[in-house]
């Protein structure tokens, strides 16, 4: 847990330089692993994993961790509309998950950092651990879903 906590820490705080204006604080004591997080840094993490949370841009992820894919590419390991990469690629290199690169005709698409595959891949990781409770859990998931109290 300590090691998901210290990694999306870490790739939050690189991220926070794309969202202008707004410096953020160290996030986390080095020695301790204790987070030292103010509220708008606990909001831009919540945004992070709002972000990571649509099925379709996982899909788009998860295919570029094998490496550089133009769009046709991604349009064929996800199954997506062509259309609908287009506009998750935009949504996820504006803000810093994934990065462009003109090639020739084509723009090759990778992750702006090797740390979101390792995120995606920790997860699959804590799957492994939890995912029964994940699938019967009421309280989170889609527009219906019991609000914990």
Known sequence: MVLIVALLVSVVDDMSHHISGTQYVE??????????????????????????????????????????LHVGAVVA?????????????????????????????FVYYRLGDARVGELLQLALDLLGGVADGIAACDRYGDETAKPCT
């Open 27 to 68: 996030l986390v004591d080095k020695e301790t692993m204790r987070l030292d997080t103010p509220a708008q840094t606990l909001d831009l993490q919540a945004k992070l994993f709002r972000g990571l949370a649509d099925p379709s841009r996982l899909a788009i992820l998860t295919a570029l961790c094998r490496g550089p």
């Open 77 to 105: 390991a996800t199954r997506l509309s062509q259309s609908n990469v287009s506009n998750h690629l935009r949504c996820l290199s504006e803000c810093g998950l994934v990065q462009a690169e003109p090639r020739g005709r």
